[in-house]
């Protein structure tokens, strides 16, 4: 079961915008519109920012934004905040009940 | 609030088992499917399990099927990992996840350690 394609790492300044860019094939992103993102802070609970490709949860940011296109979905954070440094995942659903994810993006707040 | 806790990990020998639980609260336990989910040592995260609200329907990735087998006893809202024949490669921090009412996992526990080594 191949992961979904995350860039290893991105950064940037407080207050500018960041894209996070997720890569698979029709079989996940590009098949359904099931795309999550989740932001871990290591040590803690995973938490989900993005669900259905642009939805946001109750309580998250509407700094965090989610878009497909094709087989890529992405999640862009815009006005970094240091509390944003984090790893963030995506994640797709595959079918058959089952959910593939990807290797994940290290986030550097400079 | 939604909380999970996991529990149950440690060091175990590889061939050796290892059973792992995950008690939620702040909702109602026996109306969700639950999930298990592993990070492995600077990886990702790697989707094990999908157990349906009533136990009734179970899902597995192919790489732990027939070795693990996840269960739930909603009188105690609990979730379970049994972990069979395990392997260095199941070294990892062992996370539960709560399904959202779509095709995400909403809310997660903070994880639990599992060490397989001799």
């Known amino acids: 079961q191949s992961a979904l394609t995350q860039p290893a790492s991105v950064s940037g300044s407080p207050g500018q915008s960041i894209t996070i860019s997720c890569t698979s094939t029709s079989s996940d992103v590009g098949g359904y519109n099931y795309v999550s993102w989740y932001q871990h802070h290591p040590g803690k609970a995973p938490k989900l920012m993005i669900y259905d490709v642009i939805n946001r949860p109750s309580g998250v940011s509407n700094r965090f934004s989610g878009s497909k296109s094709g087989n890529t979905a992405s999640l862009t954070i815009s006005g970094l905040q240091a509390a944003d440094e984090a790893h963030y995942y995506c994640s797709s659903y595959r079918g058959n009940s089952s959910w593939v994810f990807g290797g994940g993006t290290k986030l550097t707040v400079l | 609030q939604v909380q999970l806790v996991e529990s149950g990990g440690g060091v175990v020998q590889p061939g050796r088992s290892l059973r792992l639980s995950c008690t939620g609260s702040?909702?109602?336990?026996?109306?969700?499917?639950m999930n298990w989910v592993r990070q492995a040592p600077g990886k990702g995260l790697e989707w094990m399990a999908l157990?349906?609200?009533?136990?009734?329907?179970?899902y597995y990735a192919d790489s732990v099927k027939g070795r693990f087998i996840i269960s739930r006893d909603n009188s105690k809202k609990t979730l379970y990992l049994q972990m069979n024949s395990l392997r260095p490669e199941d070294t990892a921090v062992f996370f539960c996840?709560?399904?959202?009412?779509?095709?995400?996992?909403?809310?997660w526990g903070q994880g639990t350690l599992v060490t397989v080594s001799s």
């Open positions: 702040g909702f109602t336990f026996s109306n969700y499917g």
């Open positions: 996840a709560k399904k959202g009412s779509g095709w995400d996992l909403d809310y």
């Open positions: 157990i349906s609200h009533d136990g009734s329907k179970i």
